[in-house]
């Protein structure tokens, strides 16, 4: 069930994995059961492995995690599964033909890279990647080496943010000036505690977890797992926070139905200013995007948890004949009654609500096998979950650096700070490299 490499092996399997991808691929049938291992079983890998399974179409022949009670977890909703502590095995099994990462935020791009340098399709779990570098040199990979790579940004495959997109595509809300999204929690006054650092869990490989990241003692919260979503999320060494881990799913309707790939200039203002535990981002943050002719904005607050509205979260559009909200559960239109627009003027078979408890989670999954076969782009391919995850890195890079930044979108650099351009490239603790593009 465990495996160990020494550096002098992990060299050797590096080299290996960098052989052309066509050498490991399986000539697939339009019938035939796909195999998949699924690595990283805490809680999205546990609903991978149970949607991946739904779908009817697949054998999950592979787990893997480095904390043997999510392994274990992993094990018995797969059934018959081999079991991994190590991913690098899985990637040397010609067998396997996919790969689905659902590992914490910082292992997302390097594995992703592995495994299409190994022949692997891949789905990767939002966000693509922790820097913009990583996400440009995933994109790259997948395209030399031919792989198809969807990432978790499941909601372009609801009906509902389907319809929404077609919407406000059509001009049937007239000239959108503003976008708003927004995320908020009320976790005043103790947030997710501040636990002393400690010896790691004996049945934890706390090393090989952090992998690229550099090297920290062990801290529960670091480590992120229990009875709730994980808070790794919370420490700039793995991930971004709710700018990226809400902001994601968000911003990228908002690409999607206005049609952009990445704003002109960026702010940001914020702080943790409330909650007392050991969490690194803001507790409070507010992102301004200026596009060519319109502005968005990300409202994150955790110390109140009335939005928009009074509502927790969600994306309205606002236009000159009408608005737009929409979440999970549906949308609602609502035209300028009374004012210069009138109901009238809005399309007859328009629907002012729709509502659906699509999420859009099987349908995404299908999609990836689809695309596999089909070797066709998947809806969230691997470009367009660099783009929706950059728009978010980016709003924490404003925060951090506290400046305006301006972005050039073809060179993906700023062009009035040097600090924020740092903060694009990974930094990755030895022996881990990426591929070379």
């Avoid at 399986?26 to 059961?33: D, I, K, Y």
């Avoid at 908002?254 to 914020?270: R, T």
């Amino acid at each position: 069930m465990s495996f160990t490499m020494n550096r002098r092996n992990f060299v050797k399997t590096a080299s290996a994995a960098t052989l052309s991808a066509s050498m490991y691929s399986r000539v697939l049938g339009a019938n035939e059961r796909l195999n998949v291992a699924v690595i990283g079983c805490g809680r999205m890998g546990q609903h991978n492995i149970s949607v991946q399974k739904g779908t009817g179409l697949v054998d999950v022949t592979a787990v893997c995690d480095v904390y043997e009670s999510n392994l274990q977890e992993g094990m018995n909703l797969a059934g018959k599964a081999k079991a991994y502590r190590d991913f690098r095995p899985i990637l040397d099994d010609h067998s396997i033909d996919a790969v689905v990462i659902a590992t914490p935020d910082h292992w997302h791009a390097l594995m992703t890279t592995l495994a299409c340098e190994a022949g692997k399709d891949v789905f990767v779990e939002k966000p693509a990647c922790t820097t913009l570098a990583e996400g440009r040199r995933m994109v790259q990979i997948a395209r030399r080496t031919g792989r198809i790579v969807q990432v978790g940004t499941m909601q372009r495959s609801s009906p509902v943010f389907q319809n929404v997109v077609n919407i406000v595509q059509s001009g049937v809300l007239g000239k959108i000036s503003i976008v708003r999204t927004w995320l908020v929690t009320n976790d005043y006054p103790n947030g997710i505690g501040s636990p002393e650092d400690s010896q790691p869990p004996a049945n934890l490989d706390w090393d090989l977890w952090l992998g690229p990241a550099p090297e920290r003692p062990f801290n529960w919260n670091r480590f992120g797992v229990g009875d709730r979503w994980s808070t790794f999320r919370y420490f700039w060494d793995y991930a971004g926070g709710m700018m990226t881990d809400w902001g994601v799913h968000l911003l990228d309707i908002v690409l999607w139905a206005m049609n952009e790939k990445a704003p002109s200039s960026i702010s940001a203002v914020g702080g943790k200013f409330y909650l007392k535990d050991n969490r690194e981002t803001p507790d409070i943050l507010h992102i301004a995007y200026q596009f060519d002719k319109f502005v968005v904005t990300f409202s994150n607050q955790e110390a109140n948890d009335r939005g928009i509205d009074g509502l927790g979260y969600g994306i309205e559009f606002y236009g000159s004949a009408a608005s737009l909200f929409v979440d999970r559960g549906g949308y609602k239109i609502m035209p300028q009654e009374g004012g210069r627009f009138e109901r009238s003027q809005m399309p007859n078979n328009l629907p002012l609500k729709y509502s659906s408890s699509d999420s859009g989670n099987d349908a995404h999954a299908r999609n990836f096998i689809d695309c596999i076969k089909s070797r066709k782009l998947p809806i969230s391919d691997i470009e367009t979950g660099h783009r929706s995850t950059s728009i978010s890195i980016l709003g924490n890079i404003a925060y951090r650096t506290g400046e305006k930044l301006i972005w050039d979108a073809e060179k993906e650099k700023t062009t009035n700070s040097e600090s924020a351009n740092a903060l694009l490239e990974p930094s990755y603790r030895a022996p881990w490299k990426l591929p070379s593009a």
